[in-house]
């Protein structure tokens, strides 16, 4: 009894997930919705495509050009540009990475939980929390950036918990991992900028006393998301 119950136990999270993940597929019916900012990325992608690299295009001129996609990151319409590029229709490219986005949160957040507060429940806690929050469902039914941006940076943040706990190389790698996460998300969008700092502060503050061995991690990690 107490092993099937301990099996339950392990089950549980993988129900709770994909209950969520089954409710956003009903919700969204296989579509991602476009804002102005989801048509300007699909436009660079279209441009990618057709071999004019990172350029919007300017319909406001008689004779319409491209222009620099100065106003945001590239790694969003990058990644988009390169799934589309496989076959996948460009429409469904955003679907995919909204859903893959979404499972990966909310798995993050699961992990996050237990690892903050020890056990299942906590995790379960997290997960259901960050579902009931009044943004955290509605970004993965966008066309936006922030479909890479948050699972990447809870992984960051989760990279730097498991640093906390580990040693020698694990740490290194738990820390490359985290300093890899912040740079790349602020390839993603530029408010990443706020997480160089972040991680600066964490690792000597996560330390059961700041050294000059966490300081020096710190400056390193920093730079390396550089």
Not at 61 to 69: A, K
Not at 89 to 94: G, K, L
Not at 158 to 187: F, I, M, P, T, Y
Request: charged share 10%; net charge neutral.
């Amino acid at each position: 009894m107490n092993r099937v119950l301990a099996q339950l136990k392990r089950l549980l999270p993988f129900a709770v997930i994909g209950g969520l993940v089954l409710w956003y597929g009903y919700v969204g019916q296989g579509h991602v919705a476009y804002t102005m900012d989801s048509l300007t990325y699909r436009d660079v992608v279209l441009n990618i495509l057709d071999g004019h690299g990172l350029v919007s295009t300017n319909t406001f001129d008689v004779t319409p050009g491209f222009f620099p996609l100065l106003q945001w990151p590239p790694a969003y319409p990058v990644v988009w540009a390169a799934l589309a590029s496989t076959g996948i229709d460009i429409d469904v490219v955003p679907v995919l990475v909204a859903l893959a986005g979404y499972i990966a949160t909310l798995s993050l957040m699961y992990l996050i939980g237990k690892k903050l507060v020890g056990g299942v429940v906590p995790g379960i806690v997290s997960v259901l929390l960050y579902a009931a929050f009044p943004a955290g469902f509605p970004i993965f039914n966008f066309a936006w950036s922030e479909t890479l941006f948050v699972p990447v940076m809870l992984m960051a943040f989760l990279s730097v918990l498991k640093a906390s706990e580990s040693a020698g190389k694990e740490r290194v790698a738990w820390l490359g991992v985290a300093a890899l996460c912040v740079g790349v998300n602020n390839w993603v969008r530029y408010t990443g900028v706020i997480l160089l700092p972040l991680l600066g502060v964490s690792i000597p503050l996560m330390a059961n006393g700041p050294s000059g061995r966490e300081i020096k991690e710190s400056a390193l990690a920093v730079g390396a998301s550089l």
